[in-house]
């Protein structure tokens, strides 16, 4: 596959001036966010740098191997196969690329639409390399129009193991075999927002670092630690061993109504959900404490695996200080 993806190289290298001139800087707020400062705002922060100049190679060729990481990104069979085992993951958009570095993740290189450059002229790009061209061949590379005119290949981090994350969180949501990266990124998202610390993965769930689940998830995959529990699902055990309630989320009629959970319930909660379309597998019910319900209206049977983690995670934590 590695050599599936790498082809010749020509280039002809420039330098262009940083853009800090044009824009104004960027500082760090209360909440780690990057916005724009005022006159005088010198604050610096993770993946933002000094004024310097900024080396950029322009890219005629679609083979040329130096933007190898960023062939096919629709083929997402062979991405998903290709990009853990190489340890690096594609980020695209100006704003997810900013939320990677900010979370310490290292670049690899940056492809961007040669009028873009100046977007990301500020970073702190490390060694990293900065490639540019033509939006028709940005095309012929990745396989679609990257209207964003911005993408980034970043190194993995090791992920932590399910016990360090049990360790420290409070409440998490554990998913089986959510395997649609739309709705992962959706999930992450919501936990991000909603209170919750972590999310478990049983093994077949997708990869919450496709490009996919990480632009859906506006980068929050970033912000909230997740690992893989496994053996699946005898690892719930783990869970609960830990000192939480693992509440299986279904639609079944008979389930406990998620508003009349008990208080000892409550304060130590792993929110398990499935997948679309088949739900919850038998052994991942028969491994938690309890059914749980999202009572519903009007005959709808079921909620999208996302939609139903956010209304969960609002209910669990709607008493938290905010
Ligand atoms: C689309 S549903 C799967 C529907 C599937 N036919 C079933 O019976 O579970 C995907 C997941 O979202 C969660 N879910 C959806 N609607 C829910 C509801 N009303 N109450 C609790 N969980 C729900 C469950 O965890 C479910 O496994």
Redesign the pocket.
Same mark, same amino acid.
């Given at each position: 596959m590695a050599g599936a993806m790498a082809c010749r190289g020509t280039q002809a290298d420039v330098t262009i001036r940083d853009a800090r001139s044009a824009r104004r800087p960027i500082r760090a707020t209360a909440s780690g966010e990057v916005g724009t400062a005022g006159a005088g705002g010198r604050g610096v922060v993770r993946g933002v740098r000094q004024n310097r100049p900024v080396p950029v190679h322009q890219i005629t060729d679609p083979d040329d191997d130096r933007i190898a990481d960023y062939r096919a990104l629709t083929d997402v069979e062979l991405r998903t196969r290709w990009e853990p085992p190489h340890g690096l993951f594609i980020a695209e958009g100006e704003l997810v690329l900013r939320r990677a570095l900010r979370a310490g993740y290292p670049a690899r290189s940056y492809l961007v639409d040669a009028k873009r450059v100046e977007q990301i002229a500020d970073l702190d790009n490390g060694d990293a390399p900065v490639y540019a061209a033509t939006p028709d061949v940005l095309r012929q590379v990745t396989g679609f129009h990257v209207h964003r005119g911005v993408l980034a290949s970043f190194r993995r981090r090791p992920q932590p193991t399910a016990a360090d994350v049990l360790a420290t969180a409070r409440r998490v949501v554990i998913l089986?075999d959510v395997n649609n990266h739309t709705n992962l990124g959706s999930i992450f998202r919501a936990v991000a927002g909603l209170g919750v610390d972590a999310v478990l993965l049983s093994p077949t769930c997708a990869d919450p670092l496709y490009r996919r689940s990480v632009r859906v998830s506006m980068g929050e995959v970033f912000a909230v630690p997740y690992a893989t529990l496994g053996p699946w699902p005898d690892a719930l055990a783990e869970v609960r061993a830990a000192g939480f309630s693992v509440l /299986? *989320? !279904? $639609? +079944?009629p008979d389930?406990v109504p %998620?508003q009349h959970l008990e208080p000892d319930q409550r304060a130590r909660a792993a929110l =398990?959900? #499935? +997948?679309? #379309? /088949? #739900? *919850?597998t038998r052994e991942a019910m028969d491994g938690s404490d309890v059914r &749980?319900? %999202? $009572?519903?209206r009007r005959g &709808?049977?079921? =909620?999208? &695996?996302a /939609? /139903? !983690?956010a &209304?969960?995670c609002w209910e669990l934590g709607r008493d938290d200080p905010l």
């Open positions: 089986e /299986a *989320l !279904t $639609p +079944a389930a %998620i =398990l959900l #499935g +997948a679309e #379309g /088949a #739900g *919850l &749980v319900v %999202i $009572p519903m &709808v049977d079921s =909620l999208n &695996v /939609a /139903a !983690t &209304v969960a």
